[in-house]
């Protein structure tokens, strides 16, 4: 079945600089690629997706690239800010159209 | 638009008392519902998922049971809890064929004592 890696478990950067998260899947079927957000003791909240037809898309600061043929996907965050700091999930779809989810990436921002 | 609702947002609960944790959609028809776990600093657990009314699919064998007695309606559910039910539980809703992502609740922080 699909599976996911998700990469670093732990990434600490500094206020205003960029942050890198890198996500590898091993379906090649997979077709959905979306990013969540987690702050703590909230619901993860979608912030930014992308579908196998499109290589790269941007929404302000974050921006999501997938290279298909690697099968990896990241997600950028640049001129990083505090409210950053939260726990950050990857996902793609199986052969059921359901999500298979990254184990998570807690970033901290400091100041 | 959309809304999910889970309730209650913490709770405590002794070993080998009942749970009823629930979960309501609103604003979409006939979605697809999903009941999470999550350990402390850990990742997504998939405990239930359903496509439709009556229709549950269990993602790993445990002490929890999940109902879907309406389209909008999502519960979970344990006769007899154990310490290790501990943990956040997430309810998430989705389209069809989740393209439009996963819409989550604002979670319940389940403590068994």
């Known amino acids: 079945g699909e599976n996911v890696e998700q990469h670093p478990s732990t990434l600490s950067v500094q206020e205003g600089d960029s942050a890198v998260i890198k996500c590898t899947y091993s379906?090649?079927?997979?077709?959905?690629f979306p990013w969540y957000k987690q702050e703590l003791g909230k619901g993860p909240q979608l912030i930014i997706d992308?579908?196998?037809n499109v290589g790269e898309k941007k929404d302000q600061r974050i921006a999501v690239t997938l290279n298909k043929t690697a099968k990896h996907f990241s997600l950028h965050i640049t001129e990083t800010q505090p409210e950053d700091s939260a726990v950050y999930f990857c996902?793609?779809?199986?052969?059921?159209?359901?999500?298979?989810w990254g184990a998570g990436t807690k970033l901290i921002i400091k100041p | 638009s959309q809304t999910i609702h889970q309730w209650p947002a913490t709770l405590v609960q002794p070993v080998g008392s009942p749970l009823s944790l629930e979960c309501t959609v609103e604003?979409?028809?006939?979605?697809?519902l999903y009941w999470y776990r999550q350990a402390a600093g850990r990742g997504l657990q998939l405990l239930f998922y359903?496509?439709?009314?009556?229709?549950i699919s269990s993602e790993v064998p445990q002490n929890l049971s999940a109902s879907r007695p309406q389209d909008r309606q999502f519960i979970l559910s344990s006769k007899k809890l154990l310490l290790s039910d501990s943990g956040f539980y997430l309810c998430?809703?989705?389209?069809?064929?989740?393209?439009?992502?996963?819409?989550f609740g604002s979670g319940t922080r389940l403590t068994v004592v």
């Open positions: 359903s496509v439709g009314i009556g229709q």
């Open positions: 998430a809703w989705s389209g069809p064929h989740g393209y439009y992502g996963y819409t």
């Open positions: 992308i579908r196998s």
């Open positions: 996902a793609s779809t199986d052969s059921n159209y359901q999500l298979i």
């Open positions: 379906d090649s079927a997979s077709n959905y």
């Open positions: 604003g979409t028809s006939n979605p697809n």
